[in-house]
């Protein structure tokens, strides 16, 4: 069974960084796709990024590129590096994968399995 976790949340002043991680477990990942969405209070789950596990094919939400960088480590691990973060990026960050990869994969509705999710915060 596929299980995801995510770690790495906090609470960071405006234009400072967090790197957040999602470790998967439970099979071999290779073809999956990956996701990252936030969701903030009384809003709607919205896509930030996703990437493909073994390759380095990866896209990135308007709001987030230039500020956001996804990275795949050998370990069932992919990172998050949030630099230059906005008040606006606070939300709780999910992790999420799918079996096959799509560059279309940006709607929550896409993905298959789920990690509880970790709190960011950025204060002004």
């Known amino acids: 069974q596929v299980q995801l976790a995510e770690s790495g949340g906090g609470l960071v002043q405006a234009g400072g960084s967090l790197r957040l991680s999602c470790t998967a477990s439970?099979?071999?990942?290779?073809?999956?796709?990956m996701g990252w969405f936030r969701q903030a209070p009384g809003r709607e789950r919205e896509f930030v990024a996703l990437?493909?596990?073994?390759?380095?094919?990866r896209y990135y939400a308007d709001s987030v590129k230039g500020r956001f960088t996804i990275q795949n480590s050998a370990k069932n691990t992919v990172y998050l590096q949030m630099n230059s973060l906005k008040p606006e990026d606070t939300a709780v960050y999910y992790c999420?994968?799918?079996?096959?990869?799509?560059?279309?994969?940006?709607?929550?509705?896409?993905?298959?399995?789920w990690g509880p999710g970790t709190q960011v915060t950025v204060s002004s």
């Open positions: 439970g099979r071999t990942f290779t073809g999956y796709g």
């Open positions: 990437n493909t596990w073994t390759s380095g094919v």
């Open positions: 999420a994968a799918r079996p096959n990869f799509s560059l279309g994969a940006r709607s929550p509705q896409d993905y298959n399995y």
